[in-house]
């Protein structure tokens, strides 16, 4: 028996010495990261595509709708370039945007995987609400996306506005624009694999010349257990009670994109992809006899499927682009329950959603003045398959910016927005009027100050609106959600530092939010604000380092009819950054996102404190030659299980996971 004592004891000392080495390794990478000693796999670099090189000023399309250097934009940007990208690791255009400053992660299963229509949302300084564009145009289905499954290796630069983008662009643009745009013309001839734990699988090829190209991508993950744990409460209904343990399996993303460059007018882009996902909850405890520990609640399989189509136009000022976008979604399987006896009922969610439309726009260029003016069109569909029903509106924009210079110094913008919607069900449309102002001060040729001021809309969805599925209420009556967006910002590029600072309020009315009741949810009507500074640098540092660094305060909170009161929303700290190291054939990246002092919301209860989460990978790429290249990526390098929810629900990050992979160029 003491032998035995012995040995548990050295067990005990081992785990205890474990966990601190975990705890001490987590505490050193936070510091360096907060302390701008580490390092982002988003330092910029030279690259195909890229819209500049390191240590000189981006230029950034997005924010004002015309090209225009970022010390030069009243509004706090980021771009994202194609050398970043692939210096992060990163496979898909979520697993680029974990870890940019002032974005709160969601993620619902490994590889970002998604659940159906529970996708995973962006949320830029506390807020939801994010216009997700491809190339310049809109790809949500009702409010949704799965930028999970646009491969890294397709896409050119990633633009990012935060702040309020409703007047330029419409409905969803409140918390911010992110701006994904593909590679176009000469792609890079290449092939790559990848094999990892937990049955990772990766699998890309870029094919083509100046005028057409073609990506092909797959990506796979076997089996993650226990990405989730929530309570099963009985009811007269259903008297299976207890606690249940989430399993995702076959993750599987299927993606082919084709990019035609007719000539220097025109060119055609095609995008499809699909998701595929198994979802079984497990009993880890059953509270009475109906069930046991082991026994299966359910099992859900979902399948997403895409089509994304765009035509673009440009020349002497005019911009030109229609599109078109169907999404598929496909739940089926079975849930059990107890009544008089056990039985097994058949899942089943299908539903479609289309938008096609237009948008047009012409830029002139005057003695002092610029002015652009455009208008937009959007047919949006959306059909619940299981219950029949079908719903379809029209949605018009009308928009225009006139960019005076005052002086040398000065410069003023004024923005406005007209848009209304036509043959609604039941003629429930919607109209909205809407205004920003922005002013910007040259401090010197590297340097300067803005003021923004600008309104932001969203329109309640189909989905919000009527029936979704079996466990949502309709709610017709919901009201268009209003806010304002204020910020005062600094940018600065020199000496190899790029600053930006930028102090905000968001203030916003009947925000559209979901609330779940313990068996079914409904959207209704809440207020929001936040309140932040934001702090950033990137440095392009010496001996083949370069850093980034960024810090964001804030405040988020919201108020419903149901609470009365403000309560806190997402996290207020947040700590972003990086280190990159090249080396003649070695490039080297670690990055991380650390958000703490956070809360959980749930529907009808008092936020509640979190854990902070930690997201960290560091990326390792050898290159021999010009033609042949190994990457090692390794995920969640600390072993952590962060919550990455923040609502009452808890989802997890999967365990550390490495991919190694292997690229030949042709």
Same mark, same amino acid.
């Given at each position: ?14 785990? /205890? ?36 090189? @390191? ?31 692939? &210096? ?6 979520? &697993? ?19 659940? /159906? ?139 082919? /994109? ?88 058949? @899942? ?75 043959? $609604?069900?039941?003629? &429930? ?65 020199? /000496? ?97 996102? @650390? ?26 790429? @050898? $290159? ?29 990050? $999967?365990?550390?996971?490495?991919l190694l992979s292997y690229t030949h160029r042709f």
């Amino acid at each position: 028996m003491p032998r035995v004592h012995i040995e548990i004891e050295k067990l005990i000392y081992k785990e /205890g010495m474990l966990q601190m080495e975990k705890r001490y390794l987590g505490l050193t990478i936070a510091c360096v990261l907060s302390t701008g000693l580490s390092g982002s796999a988003f330092a910029q670099g030279n690259a195909e595509n890229d819209v500049a090189e @390191y240590g000189t000023e981006m230029v950034v399309v997005t924010a004002t709708r015309n090209e225009k250097k970022d010390t030069q934009v009243p509004a706090a940007t980021t771009v994202i370039t194609q050398q970043q990208i692939k &210096e992060s690791g990163a496979k898909n255009a979520a &697993e680029i945007l974990s870890k940019v400053q002032g974005f709160a992660y969601k993620s619902l299963g490994p590889a970002d995987s998604a659940m /159906g229509r529970m996708t995973n949302e962006l949320s830029i300084r506390g807020n939801n609400n994010v216009l997700v564009l491809l190339n310049g145009n809109p790809i949500a289905w009702r409010g949704k996306y799965n930028i999970d499954a646009i491969p890294a290796e397709s896409i050119a630069r990633i633009e990012i506005v935060r702040g309020s983008g409703s007047v330029l662009y419409g409905s969803e643009a409140m918390g911010g624009t992110v701006n994904i745009i593909l590679r176009k013309g000469k792609s890079l001839d290449q092939a790559s694999i990848g094999f990892g734990n937990h049955g990772r699988q990766h699998y890309n090829l870029n094919v083509g010349d100046e005028g057409f190209s073609v990506n092909y991508s797959l990506d796979k993950w076997n089996r993650f257990d226990g990405a989730a744990n929530a309570a099963v409460t009985a009811s007269s209904r259903n008297k299976l009670a207890g606690e249940t343990q989430t399993n995702v399996k076959d993750v599987q993303k299927e993606n082919i /994109g084709l990019s035609w460059k007719i000539n220097d007018f025109w060119d055609v882009l095609y995008n499809h992809y699909e998701t595929r996902t198994t979802y079984e909850r497990i009993f880890d405890r059953s509270d009475n006899a109906y069930a046991s520990a082991g026994d299966l609640y359910n099992s859900h399989r979902y399948k997403t499927e895409q089509h994304m189509t765009q035509f673009n136009f440009h020349d002497k000022g005019w911009k030109a682009s229609g599109y078109f976008n169907t999404s598929l979604m496909d739940g089926w399987g079975y849930d059990r329950s107890y009544g008089k006896r056990l039985t097994t009922t058949d @899942y089943k969610q299908r539903e479609k959603n289309t938008t096609y439309g237009f948008d047009v726009q012409k830029e002139w260029k005057l003695a002092k003045a610029d002015a652009v003016f455009g208008m937009n069109y959007q047919r949006e569909q959306f059909e619940n398959l299981t219950d029949y029903l079908k719903y379809a509106r029209n949605n018009w924009g009308i928009f225009g910016q006139w960019e005076q210079k005052l002086n040398a110094r000065d410069t003023a913008i004024v923005s406005a927005r007209e848009t209304w919607t036509s043959g $609604a069900y039941k003629n &429930e449309n919607y109209n909205n009027f809407s205004m920003a102002g922005q002013f910007l001060h040259k401090l010197n040729k590297d340097s300067s100050l803005y003021v923004s001021i600008g309104q932001s809309f969203i329109m309640p969805t189909f989905a919000e609106m009527y029936k979704s599925s079996d466990n949502s209420i309709p709610n017709p009556d919901l009201k268009p959600q209003t806010g304002i967006n204020y910020e005062v910002g600094w940018k600065k590029v020199t /000496g190899g530092h790029n600053w930006k600072a930028a102090l905000f309020h968001m203030d916003v009315k009947d925000n559209i939010s979901a609330k779940w009741s313990g068996s079914s949810y409904r959207y209704t009507n809440e207020d929001f604000r936040n309140t932040g500074l934001e702090l950033s640098c990137d440095i392009a540092g010496k001996g083949g380092f370069s850093y980034q660094w960024s810090a964001l305060w804030q405040n988020p909170e919201s108020k419903s009819t149901s609470k009365g009161y403000w309560d806190r929303d997402f996290g207020r700290v947040q700590l972003t950054g990086g280190v990159t190291y090249k080396k003649a054939k070695w490039t080297s990246s670690l990055t991380g996102s @650390y958000l703490f002092d956070r809360v959980q919301t749930p529907s009808g209860e008092h936020s509640y404190d979190a854990k902070p989460y930690f997201l960290t990978t560091w990326n390792t790429i @050898y $290159a021999p030659d010009q033609w042949n290249e190994f990457e090692l990526t390794i995920d969640n390098v600390l072993d952590r299980k962060d919550n990455t929810m923040h609502t009452g629900a808890s989802y997890y990050t $999967a365990p550390t996971s490495y991919l190694l992979s292997y690229t030949h160029r042709f």
